[in-house]
């Protein structure tokens, strides 16, 4: 079995400042923005009606800012893994290989009887033995559990051991095309995860903010 490879704390930490920054970006563009605008229309004289006025409150100061809340808890999880991915010094590659290599090894034991085929349950065992190995920080256990989550490791272990037979003398080799295509999946399906929305609902945003300000304040 390959030796567990001992992250710098260093390398931790500008992981973990890389996550809290890009959430806080969202929480603070969309709640920030909101919320002076909501105060702005507030305190100032308009035309709008009182009914109106208050719907415009209730938007400015509630539902927007709840909508960035949420959508900053969604883009967690994509900034986590593609920062945990790209920056994690090949932590994942370790990961997936280690958990590739605890499922062989217990199918392989004749002694071990509760394991006899690739199941979710003996792949999910192996990859939480595998994040223990790591010693992670918190924020870094959650998001490297989000990943295993994402991932259809059971299903690409299953493919590609059609033609591999699931002995030991055969780690190296199926461990290594899980992980290529668990890495063509990452970068296709997880990775590819623009922005393109985010942008667009804050284009919307501001051209909102602009046609009340010019229609009922200016």
């Known amino acids: 079995m390959s030796k567990t490879i001992k992250k710098k704390p260093a390398g931790n930490l500008w992981i973990i400042l890389g996550i809290i920054f890009r959430i806080l970006f969202f929480l603070a563009v969309g709640i920030i923005l909101n919320v002076l605008f909501g105060l702005f229309l507030l305190f100032s004289e308009t035309s709008a009606t009182y009914t109106l006025k208050i719907v415009l409150l209730v938007m400015f100061l509630g539902v927007l800012p709840l909508y960035y809340i ?17 920056g994690g010094e090949g932590l994942i590659k370790r990961l997936v290989k280690s958990a590739t290599t ?15 085929s690739i199941t ?6 192996a990859a939480g033995l595998a994040k223990r190995t ?4 918190l924020i870094l256990r959650w998001v490297v559990g989000l990943f295993f989550d994402r991932i259809p490791l059971t299903e690409t272990l299953s493919e590609v051991t059609t033609d591999l037979e699931l002995k030991t003398e055969n780690i190296d080799e199926i461990s290594n095309k ?16 623009g922005l393109g929305r985010f942008w667009t609902f804050l284009g919307l945003n501001l051209l909102g903010m602009a046609a009340v300000y010019y229609y009922l304040i200016y």
């Open 70 to 86: 949420w959508k900053a808890r969604g883009q967690a999880v994509t900034i986590g893994i593609r920062q945990v991915y790209i």
């Open 102 to 116: 605890s499922v062989i090894n217990r199918i392989d034991d004749d002694e071990d009887e509760e394991a006899t």
């Open 120 to 125: 979710d349950k003996l792949v999910n065992g």
């Open 134 to 137: 790591e010693k992670l920080p």
């Open 178 to 193: 899980v992980f290529d295509k668990v890495d063509d999946y990452v970068k296709d399906e997880l990775l590819n995860a």
